[in-house]
Each structure stands twice: as C-alpha cells, then as structure tokens.
C-alpha cells in the first residue's frame, strides 16, 4: 500500500514537472511551422508549378498572389484557433473545489446545502436556454442534500481544525467533483488531466480544449497537402527524405487527432467526462448511470455556452451557464438506493477516519 502510494507520488511529481516541457515545446513547434511555412512554402508555392491543387488556375496551374494570400489566410486563421485555444486550455482554471468554496461564503461550507439552492437562480431570471436545461434538473434537486455526503481527504486547502474537538474535518464537495492527484485539488466534470497542456480539464475549460484538437489536424491536413503539392519542387527534390518524413508526421498526427477527436467530441455530445464515463462503465458510480442531459444541444450549451454550432466553432471568452452542479439521470433515483449509497459512503469514511487515527497516533 506504502509502495504504491509513493508510486502514485512520483508520477503525479514527474507530471508536474514534465508539463511546462511539454507546453513549451507545443509552442516552439508552432513556431516552427510558421518558419517553414513563411521560409520553405510560401515562396516556393508563389513561384512554382503546383498541378491538381483545388485552388490553381487550370490554366497555367501556377498560384498567383491572390491565391497564395488566400492560404496564407487560411494559415493564419487556423494558427490563430489553435495558439488561443491552446492557451485558454493552460490558462484557465478547468473549475477547482477551493474556488468553488471561495465563491461562497465559507461559514456556510458545513452546510453547503443552504448555499447552493439560495444561490440557485430562479427560472423568472434565467434565459430560455439555461430554463430548458433546468427543467433537467427538478427530478434531482431533492436529492442533493444526500448527493454532498462525498468528501475528499486528499484535499487541503481549507482550514478546517476543529480546536474544540481536535478533529481535521474534511470538506464535502459535490457529486460531479473528481480529485486530480497532480493539481491535488477536486475539479468539476473533470474529463482528464492533460500532461500537454499541464492543466486538469474540466468544466471551465474542456471546451478550449475540444476546439484546440478540432483545428489542430484541420491545420495538419493543410500543411500535409501544401507540403504535397511543393514536394516537386527543385529544392525539395534534393531532399526527397525530408518531404516525405515531414508529410508523414503531419499524416500520422491527423489520424490520431481524428481518433482522439471522435472520442472527446462524442463524450461531449452525451454531457459525460471522461473519468465518469469509465467509473460508470465500472459500475462505480449509479449502478452503471451517468448525468448527461438527454439532449444533445443542452450538453453543448453546458459545455460552450451555446447553443448556435458556428458559434462554438468561433474563439470566444463567454461564460458558462451552469456550475456543474445540475445533471440528470437516465432514470429518476430511488430514494432507497441514494440511502444505500450514502451508508456505504459512510461507513467508507468511518474506516478511513479510523485508519488515519491510528497512523497519527503512530506517528
Ligand atoms: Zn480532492
Ligand atoms: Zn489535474
């Protein structure tokens, strides 16, 4: 058990530390593709032969300026998505549990309870969007008091001695709340915790996340096929190796994006992280359920704070509607099994307690 915890320890701490790396190394191979693009293609696309390329004249079957500042646009459009997503996907809190008690008023976090349904807005306030979703929500809202009784232990950044008692009490966090080992906080919908982009990926910023793997194999496929259509060119007939290596790369990480993309964008579409798409395929979580909402638009307005498609597809800084803590259920919950799940929980906890009194007391 030891063994394994200090196993745990040191991946968590060789993430931490790898993550700048990698971060830093998206963007000098970013920049990289800029240089070739600016440096290698575009002079030689604006000179030379380029047969069978949608955008050539048919005729002399050479790029022409308005052509070549065409792609240019392109280029420039797609580098804009990917370099805003992928920092917006860094730079922003994915939803931790500490800011999600900072928001409230901590006197009241023994009884979050009372906080969430008098900060729950009302429908008279909320728009016809948020309304819709809401509705998702009644057949669950009488079930939250039991849905707190998770608490995590591995959490510490509340203060949370008791004086009198002597006792560390331990935060209650909502159900949809997951622990990352290497933020060491609790974040909401947590899907993953993403090494190359050295961020958990939650609620707040999944949907950055989503548009930087959209646009990342479009932008591979345009290089691929510029880079394919240059390939003739003297200066890239002297290394024949080196097109054909760069093309590959460029192929290979396309039909991986577009795996991982089918994946990510299909969880999504069904309102389901991924850490909660397996704890259900486990049968951890409800006996198999999940909380999507039905509709598949309500998942994307969840996600992107819209509900308009070319919208989502745009760079934008709105706000979601919800708190990730509204969800549904494939079926409504009886209050015998929430009863169950709750004594199970508790006597998990009891044992826990137990098992870190007698650890102190040893120490
Ligand atoms: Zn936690
Ligand atoms: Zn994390």
Redesign the pocket.
Known sequence: MLVENLKSADISQGVNVIGPVLVLSVYGLLGFNCYMYFCCYLPILYVSKVPYFPLSSPDSHIFGVSQSMILTIIFFILLFNIVFNYTMTWLISPGK?QEFYDARDKEHHENPNYELKKNRPTNAIVNKDLKACMRHTKKTIDYIDDDWIIR?H??KFLDNHDEETGINKVPAKPLRFH?CSVCR??VVNMDHHCPWVNNCLGLKNLRYFLLFIFYLPVSNIFIGMIMWHVRSHPYYKNFPMCSQVMIGVHVGIFIAMSFFNCWQWYLCLKGIPQIEYLQSMEGEVNEGKTYGFPSICDNIYVTFGTKNIFKVFLPSLRSQPLEGLEWTMEEVINKKKIMETHERVMRIIEETNEAQDVEINWL
Do not use: A, G
């Open positions: 549990l995590c591995k959490c622990h906080n609790c």
